[in-house]
C-alpha cells in the first residue's frame, strides 16, 4: 500500500483523490493525536489561492471541531507564515493547503508541527493509522467539548514584519517586478519590498482560483524576463503558489535559480563572517559550478539527498544557517524553520543594494555547467533501480561522460514521474545520453 503522507504532506487532484471526507478524516486524526497533551488543540490553518481552497479548509476545519480542537483560519497566507505563526502563537500545529508549484486542480494538506518544522515521519505514520482505519473509534465530544472556528485573517502583516526584521538594508533606488504567480504571495511580497523602499512593479495578483502557477511564477520565468526588460527594472523576483520558493531574474532578463541566489547570499555572508563554517547546504541537484564558486572564496558546500527535509536536517545537525535546492526553496535557518520565498527575496534583494552592482554581476560569479532535466511519466515508480536494463542505460551514460559530468536518476515525491538529471560540459551530448535512459525508463516502467 502507497504510503499516504507524501514527501510534502497528502497531495492529489482535489475532490478525486484529495477529498473533503479525506480532508475532515485528517482533521479529526490530527486533533486526536495532538489532544493527548491538550484539551483544546489549536491548528492554525492557510491556504493559497486555488479554488478547491475553500472547500478542503471546511471540511478539515468541520474535523477539528468534530474532535474538539480550535480551528483558527488564516485565510490565503505563505507556507512559511503558517510555520512562523504556528511557533510565533504557540499552536499545537500548523497546516497548509496547498499543492504548491503544481496546477490548480491538485491541492495538497500538510502539517507542521508547534515547533514550526514539518512533522517527523513517525508521528506522519501515527495520524495514516488513524485516518485509514477501518472504523473510527476516536472520541466525538458534545456540548461545550465540540470544537469551534476562528479567523485570523490579519495575521500576514505580523510575518511581513517579521520577514523584514531579518535585513538590515534600505531597497530605496531599486526598481523591481515582482510574480506573483496569482498565489499565495500576492499581498505579502508586494508590501514587504515596498516596506523597504524599493519601487515595485507586480505581476500576476490577481487570483481567480484557476490561474494560480497559471503560465506565470517561479516555473514559468517568461512573463517575468519581459516585463523586467521593459520596465527597465534592476531585477525581477518570482514566487510559486505558496511561495516557500523564490527565483530570480537579472536586469537582462536572464534566469537566476536557487543555486545562484544561495551563492550570492552565502558571498555576501562570507563577506560579513556570517556564515558559520563557511559552509552552505545543497542537494545532489544543485550545479557543479556552485561547488567551484564557493570553493574560489574560500568556503565549501555540503551535499545532501533531494529535498528540503534533508537540507533541513543537515542544517540543524551541523548548525549551518544557508541551505537550500536548485528550485529556489531555500532556507535561512536562524530565521525560518521552513523555506521561505519571501525572505529569500529580501536577502537577495538586499546582498544585491549592499554589493554596489548590478545582478547579473553578481551572478555571474557562478559558471553554470550545462544541466538538462527530463521528467518522465510512469504507471509504476516501483522497482526501477533495480531494473536492470535501466540500470545499463545509466552506467552507459556515466562511462560517457567520465569525470566530466554525472548522472542522477530519481523518483518524484509527490507525482508518477522519474527525473533523469544529467550535467556535463557539452548539452548535445547530454540531451542524446538523457534520451537514451528516458526512453528504456519509459519502456520498462509504462
Sequence with gaps: MTRLFGTDGVRGLANAELTPELAFKMGRAATYYFGKEHKRPVFYIGRDTRI????????????????????????????????????????????????????FPDNGIKFFAGTGYKLPDAVEDELEKLITADKDTMPWPTADGVGLITYKHDLWHEYVKYALETVDASLEGLKVIVDCANGAAYEAAPAALRELGAEVVVINDKPDGININANCGSTHLEQLQAAVVHHKADFGLAHDGDADRCLAVDETGEPIDGDQIMLICALEMLRQNTLPDKTLVATVMSNLGLHQAMKNAGGKVLVTPVGDRYVLEAMLKHKLVLGGEQSG?????????????????????????????????????????????????????????????IIAAIKAGEAELGDNGRILVRPSGTEPLIRVMAEGPVLSDLERIVAAIAEVIKREQS
Design 52 to 103: 478547491s481552497g475553500h472547500m478542503l479548509e471546511a471540511a478539515l476545519a468541520a474535523g477539528i471541531c468534530s474532535a474538539g480542537g480550535e480551528a483558527a483560519l488564516l485565510g490565503v497566507i505563505p507556507t512559511p507564515a503558517v510555520a512562523y505563526l504556528t511557533r510565533r502563537y504557540g499552536a499545537q500545529a500548523g497546516v497548509v493547503i496547498s499543492a504548491s508549484h503544481n496546477p
Design 329 to 389: 526553496h531555500i532556507i535561512f535557518s536562524q530565521h525560518s524553520t521552513t523555506g521561505d520565498g519571501l525572505i529569500t527575496a529580501l536577502k537577495l534583494a538586499a546582498a544585491l543594494k549592499q554589493s554596489g552592482q548590478k545582478m547579473s554581476q553578481l551572478a555571474k560569479v557562478m559558471t553554470r555547467f550545462p544541466q538538462l532535466l527530463v521528467n518522465i511519466r510512469v504507471k509504476s515508480k516501483q522497482g526501477w533501480e533495480n531494473n536492470p536494463k
